[in-house]
């Protein structure tokens, strides 16, 4: 082998192995999904998101925490920039309906900025902030496309799971520019908002599933016992028949027709009530 081939062969490897590098660090730069879930109910359609806890914890505690009190309800969507993103207006100036003391202190809090190796691409969540870098309170944005150059600049703590098809109405709302700002002509009003827990979602379903396996093993216990009784009974039955008569026939001719009829049914009742007795104990035990 030449020394241009060996050349070609080392090139070829170092190649190989920087892809891989690239495709390995691609996948780290992945972060994992918490359990949360939250949907804002927009004017356009719904739009849910789940947090980055391990990426931004102190960013993704507030943003919950304002969720669950209700302080997105009556907000808006006042920017919308087709292929950069779709921003949340502030929930102290934003809403319509007045909020209450405790609304109020959380949305005035201001978050330290999280920082992250998380790259801007559609569907990342950003917190929106002032120069501060640590001055990021309530607003958001929601990418509609790449944005490398906010990498490291803004907070990243979620994206989007479900609702691309709202975004892209979004997209099409006609807008006019202020400023920096590329902002709607109409209100895109954040009706009502909710959270939930897919892990318990998931625990429920899974619980719905037993209940109504346990259902159906419990009727095909109910018709095997009642397949079990009717064999009982009809035993049960003949061998009250059978002992009857041999008590007739034992009593033979010292006995008139009418003692005869007597004793076979003073017999049988006796027989019966045991019977019922038994059934009913079953009965209360299953």
Excluded at 3 to 8: G, N
Excluded at 137 to 158: K, M, R, T, V
Excluded at 210 to 237: D, G, P, T, Y
Aim: aromatic share 10%; glycine share 6%.
């Amino acid at each position: 082998m030449c020394s241009s081939d060996r050349a070609s062969i080392a090139i070829a490897i170092v190649c190989i192995c920087a892809l891989c590098n690239s495709i390995n660090g691609a996948i780290a730069a992945v972060p994992e999904l918490g359990s949360e879930r939250v949907v804002f109910q927009t004017n356009y359609g719904d739009i849910e998101f789940g947090f980055y806890p391990s990426v931004a914890p102190k960013t993704v505690e507030h943003i919950s925490k304002l969720v669950r009190l209700g302080c997105y309800n009556t907000n808006h969507f006042f920017r919308v920039d087709k292929g950069f993103v779709a921003q949340v207006a502030d929930v102290s100036s934003g809403r319509t309906a007045p909020m209450n003391e405790l609304q109020r202190m959380e949305a005035d809090k201001t978050i330290v900025g999280e920082f992250s190796y998380v790259k801007h691409v559609r569907g990342i969540l950003s917190m929106g902030r002032y120069s501060d870098p640590d001055s990021a309170q309530s607003s958001f944005s929601i990418l509609l496309g790449d944005a490398p150059h906010l990498d490291h600049e803004y907070a990243i703590f979620g994206k989007v799971t479900k609702g691309d098809e709202t975004l892209r109405k979004l997209e099409e709302v006609p807008t006019h520019k202020e400023g920096i700002f590329v902002m709607p002509t109409e209100r895109i009003a954040i009706l009502s908002t909710y959270h939930y827990d897919t892990a318990v979602e998931a625990c429920e379903e899974d619980r719905s599933v037993l209940k109504r396996r346990l259902a159906a093993s419990a009727v095909e216990i109910e018709k095997q016992l009642l397949s079990w009784l009717a064999l009982q009974f009809r035993a049960l039955n003949f061998l009250s028949t059978l002992h009857t008569r041999l008590v007739v026939e034992a009593l033979g001719r010292h006995a008139t027709k009418l003692m005869k009829y007597i004793i076979f049914h003073c017999y049988t009742c006796v027989f019966w009530k045991h019977y019922i007795s038994f059934v009913c104990g079953l009965i209360l035990v299953f």
